[in-house]
């Protein structure tokens, strides 16, 4: 063992456990664990050059080469850990045993060690025990294993980078095919066609009530007059009969009862006189072995049936249970426990529930896996991984109780689900004896009755009390005579096959083999921000970046469908083009011979090379197709929705870069309508009505609902939705899509309803002494409530909601931050001159606020905004009236509130002014002293012209500036300047503070010196962000957690150049995420001014 030396793991989280465990280790031995966050080597994310190699980021001509490069972020974090190889013995590369953690290792390999003695180690949880084991069982880097994750990589960018790029120009901006994503949404659409398809039946069925020696059981048909009866199952998705049985008619069951009974059967009676017997008993004992323990995959599944995690959630808690030390390595195949595991877990199990409910050893439920080279040895034969477990802490796993505090509920109840499991894979096999009775009834017909008992709990004394729920039959026994007690006829219907949900869906995908267990979590995260499934679970947050042309192309306005994985009108031509043109893309069996072709590369059983050309250039390759499939197709041909319910009709149903649409075709003239947001949500609910309502509504006038003070209200057609049109004025109106002939019928709207939303704003009541109003606004229905709002839940009515509903929604939304755009109240402190003094928790962070004004935090309370007080509070908001004036400022201001203020705020008209500087103040009152420079801007005055005379762009004079400012070596010069501009700056802004009666300095919290003695002078024109501004605030706290070559944070300007080279190297595809981000907050900006100024 080296003295000192360098450990790199993936995550921060898990090199501080890592660390503290190493050096507790007896010996003279020096740890230093640090993390490199992930791959320090990536494929680049947009174009680099002309070449087809660099667009995709592959030199396809040198035999698919990764062309790498290194992300910028990357760059000081690289350097640090190059400076820290240096002064060490031995580097140990200790990332994830999977095939993704095997090539940053070799990454980490090839940049940091290199000239290093290197040793690859994994640790399969992170205890003591474990890590002093792993050590001693190191070896070198697989080369295999990252062969298989190159290939895997590639083939992922061959294919993604080939194929989005024709959905972009053929259908919209923001869409994506991948080798999984593709098969997988092709699952998903192929079983909302089957729904869309499927023809219910109605089936009908005879349920009687027995009596046996007061034990009363129900029986449900079997035979009528000797034959089968036909149920559910025996029709198949189109309404066909298949099997053999008899469709019972509904009056055929009423006259046969009828006749049997001599009563009625509208009403359920007592029909003691009528025989049954006995026909068969049938008795079977069923022995249901324990589950195994959780694999990847099992724990995503039973994460989202029984946590409602989605697959994405539960990985991000079993991440932060295997980075705390709580759990096994949560990416894994094997569904095997290690010899530790199983004999913690059978001592657990004979501590609780005795020695008789241990099973034998390894007898529980074999679940066949597909071992996999990176899940597995060398060899194949043994996974790396064992399942996922507990760790083993002082000989024992530890109860869900006894983790940190600082775990979460969800990670709690998710350990707790891999604890249980652990404990029952252990224990013996839940026994049940099962009975089927057959009961003639009359002569006329037979039942069937089932019961069952559980004779040994076994493993399911740790499942929910449900799965051992019992139905006792009576002691039966053929010839036996029992009585009648009731008898009735039932009708049903046949079901459509399921949406999938999350659980369903990774089910499916690891049946058949497509993509690995690790990925499914990225799969379907991918699904819902390309807009291509909406589903009620998970996803919050705001959408940005592509998901916001994605969502605008699909017509999808929000999330919903409790669970299921609802595929939209973009999912839908999506697939339908792919599965045309792109067979293979979607089709389950070519990606998983895929797969296995991954793994035999993995195994070293194959090479990378040749399968990737045949794949991308052979003679049926993606490259050719591609190209075939963009010279074929035309935009109207790739956008048709070709929907069931449209078939042959009159309208055409399209999707487009902003939105579906409807096209009619009217006597050679070309009609179009774009399709309201929200309105094909559901495939299931279009229809060709709704849609040549939608163009009628585009044309004349509207549809005139009443009349109102002597003018028409109309609904109208719109591109973003329905609105009324009346007094004139426009309202947008939320309606939802419907069946019907008419506008109004589809939109649900009735007259008394429009003219209460053209009353709008209503004020439903008060709370606290505050008036509670309710509005319609852009992003739909709200409530204000002093200065702040918060959405209206979809179960409330706008226009019903009462006063007790709104102030509950108040409190919940804005005072106690429920709602995920409220701004809440953090401290309510009382009233200063009429008008409440508050701090806020706002979109940007937090703030003060009196009346209009909007003051920052002192910075000295940003880690407790609750700690301030009034006077601090005050002080603060008097200076930023003094800078702006009591109308407010910041990010509110407008220009045209500039000069209303100027000509009647309060003592204004003619005695105020605009300054030369754009500030508003008294006549005769100066503008506030500018800021001084600092000794980076006065470098910057001084070099500017000769930089500029090296480069016109803007962006790359202030790149070099910033450089040159880092290598320069003596600052003093500007450092003494800008020292005495502050000085100067100090005793002019002390003098401008007196003048107009502000306060004399930011220290100064007294109520004489806080109260400003004229309106305001000045306010300051806001403005929305930028979208670089955006990306460095994203990005800033990572780059600040970097650490430079000499180990330590990065300078200000250091930040600020790792900041800008990122945001240079970004792809457009990335860029504009960001500035679609920037013209959503432009909009929220808006909306905020003009709420302000109402």
């Known amino acids: 063992m080296y003295r000192k030396n360098l450990v790199i793991v993936e995550s921060p989280a898990k090199a501080n456990t890592i660390e503290a465990i190493l050096n507790n280790m007896p010996g003279d031995y020096q740890w230093i664990v640090r993390s490199c966050n992930g791959h320090i080597l990536d494929l680049p994310s947009s174009q680099t050059s002309t070449s087809s190699s660099s667009s995709l980021g592959v030199d396809i001509s040198s035999g698919y080469i990764p062309l790498y490069v290194t992300p910028p972020l990357k760059v000081p974090l690289i350097s640090s850990l190059k400076k820290l190889a240096k002064e060490v013995e031995c580097v140990w590369l200790a990332t994830d045993g999977d095939r993704e953690g095997e090539a940053i290792s070799s990454h980490l390999n090839r940049t940091v060690g290199v000239g290093k003695v290197t040793r690859r180690v994994v640790f399969r949880s992170i205890t003591k025990g474990e890590v002093e084991r792993s050590l001693g069982e190191w070896r070198k880097v697989d080369d295999c294993l990252v062969k298989a994750q190159e290939s895997r990589r590639v083939l992922d960018r061959l294919a993604g980078y080939t194929v989005s790029p024709v959905l972009w120009r053929k259908i919209a901006p923001g869409l994506s095919a991948g080798r999984v994503q593709s098969v997988g949404l092709g699952l998903i659409v192929e079983r909302e066609k089957r729904r869309l398809r499927y023809v219910k039946m109605e089936w009908n069925d005879v349920e009687v009530m027995i009596n046996e020696g007061g034990e009363v059981f129900k029986g449900e048909g079997w035979e009528w007059k000797g034959e089968r009866i036909r149920k559910g199952g025996g029709f198949d998705e189109f309404g066909g009969e298949i099997g053999i049985g008899r469709k019972l008619e509904w009056e055929d069951v009423d006259t046969g009862l009828t006749s049997l009974t001599g009563e009625s059967t509208s009403h359920l009676r007592s029909y003691t006189s009528v025989p049954c017997t006995v026909l068969t008993v049938d008795g079977r004992s069923m022995s249901t072995p324990p589950p195994p323990p959780f694999i990847t995959s099992s724990l995503q599944i039973e994460g989202n049936r029984k946590l409602g995690l989605t697959a994405g959630e539960t990985m991000r808690c079993a991440q932060k249970l295997y980075e705390k030390g709580f759990i096994t390595y949560m990416r894994t195949d094997n569904g095997k426990l290690s010899e530790e595991g199983e004999t913690v877990g059978r001592g657990v199990v004979e501590e609780r529930f005795g020695s008789d409910a241990l099973g034998v050893i390894g007898g529980g439920k074999k679940k066949k896996t597909k071992i996999k080279k990176g899940e597995g040895d060398k060899d194949g034969k043994e996974e790396a991984h064992e399942a996922i477990r507990p760790s083993v802490h002082e000989g024992r796993f530890l109860k869900a109780t006894e983790l940190d505090k600082e775990i979460g509920k969800k990670e709690r109840e998710l350990y707790e689900l891999i604890y249980n499991r652990t404990l029952s894979s252990l224990m013996k096999p839940k026994v049940t004896n099962s009975t089927t009775a057959t009961i003639a009834v009359g002569e006329l017909f037979t039942v069937r009755s089932r019961g069952s008992v559980v004779v040994s709990s076994g493993w399911s004394v740790l499942t929910s009390s449900t799965q051992n729920s019992t139905t006792i039959l009576p002691p039966l026994y053929p010839g036996q005579s029992l009585s009648l007690q009731s008898a009735r006829p039932t009708s049903h219907y046949t079901q459509p096959p399921p949406r999938y949900n999350e659980a369903t869906f990774v089910q499916e995908l690891e049946r058949l083999g497509v993509g690995r267990p690790s990925t499914y979590a990225s799969v379907l995260e991918t699904l819902r921000k390309r807009a291509y499934v909406r589903s009620g679970v998970g996803r919050g947050g705001e959408v940005k970046g592509g998901e916001i042309s994605a969502r605008r192309a699909a017509g999808i306005d929000g999330e919903g469908g409790k669970g299921q994985l609802i595929p939209s009108l973009t999912a839908l031509v999506v697939c339908d083009l792919l599965k045309e043109h792109l067979g293979d893309y979607v089709d389950t069996e070519f990606t998983k011979r895929m797969e296995e072709r991954l793994d035999e590369i993995a195994r070293g059983e194959a090479e990378g090379k040749g399968y990737l050309k045949d794949y991308y250039e052979g003679e049926g390759g993606l490259k050719r197709k591609v190209e075939k499939m963009e010279l074929a197709i035309n935009n109207d041909e790739a956008r048709l929705a070709r929907l069931p319910s449209l078939h042959n009709s009159s309208v055409s149903l399209f999707v487009g870069p902003w939105g579906p649409y409807a096209v009619r075709d009217t006597s050679g003239v070309r009609e179009t309508a774009p399709i309201p947001s929200g309105m094909v949500s559901d495939l299931s609910s279009i229809t060709e009505s709704d849609l040549l309502t939608v163009l009628d509504g585009r044309r004349g006038n509207g549809t005139v609902m009443g009349e109102l003070d002597g003018k028409n209200v109309t609904l109208r057609l719109g591109r973003y939705g329905a609105y009324l049109q009346g007094l004139g004025e426009k309202l947008r109106e939320e309606g939802g899509g419907g069946g019907g002939g008419g506008l109004q019928e589809l939109i649900g709207l009735t007259f008394e309803d429009a003219k209460k939303y053209l009353e709008l704003p209503r004020t439903v009541g008060e709370y606290k002494g505050e008036d509670i109003v309710t509005s319609l606004g852009p992003y739909g229905p709200y409530l204000k409530w002093n200065n702040s709002f918060t959405s209206l839940p979809e179960e409330y009515n706008l226009i019903e909601v009462g006063e007790e509903d709104a102030r509950r929604l108040v409190e919940e939304g804005i005072v106690n931050k429920v709602g995920r755009m409220a701004r809440g109240v953090l ?268």
């Open 827 to 1094: 401290v309510d402190f009382d009233k200063v001159e009429g008008y409440k003094l508050t701090v806020r928790d706002g979109r940007f962070g937090v703030y003060i606020n009196w009346k209009k004004v909007n003051a920052k935090m002192p910075v000295e309370f940003l880690d407790s905004p609750t700690s301030i007080s009034k006077d601090e509070a005050w002080a603060a908001i008097s200076e930023k009236i003094a800078l702006i004036g009591e109308g407010g400022g910041g990010t509110k201001g407008k220009k045209n509130a500039v000069k209303k203020k100027a000509a009647v705020g309060k003592g204004g008209g003619r005695g105020s002014k605009v300054t030369k500087g754009g500030k508003v103040g008294e006549k005769g009152t100066p503008p506030p002293p500018k800021r001084p420079m600092s000794a980076y801007l006065l470098f910057c005055a001084d070099n500017r012209g000769d930089v500029a005379k090296t480069t016109t762009k803007l962006g790359d004079v202030s790149k070099e500036l910033a450089r040159r400012w880092k290598e320069q070596e003596d600052r003093s010069k500007w450092e003494k300047q800008a020292e005495k501009l502050k000085a100067v700056y100090e005793v002019e802004k002390a003098k401008w503070s007196s003048t107009v009666g502000g306060p004399s300095g930011p220290g100064s919290s007294t109520r004489s010196s806080a109260t400003p003695t004229s309106p305001a002078a000045t306010k300051k024109v806001g403005r929305s962000p930028s979208a670089y501004m955006i990306y460095c605030k994203e990005k800033r706290k990572s780059v600040m957690d970097m650490k430079g070559d000499d180990g330590k944070k990065l300078k200000f300007g250091e930040v600020t150049q790792v900041l800008a080279k990122g945001w240079k190297s970004l792809g457009d595809e990335e860029r504009k995420e960001f500035e679609e981000k920037a013209i959503e907050a432009k909009k929220v900006m808006e909306l905020e001014r003009k709420e302000e100024g109402e």
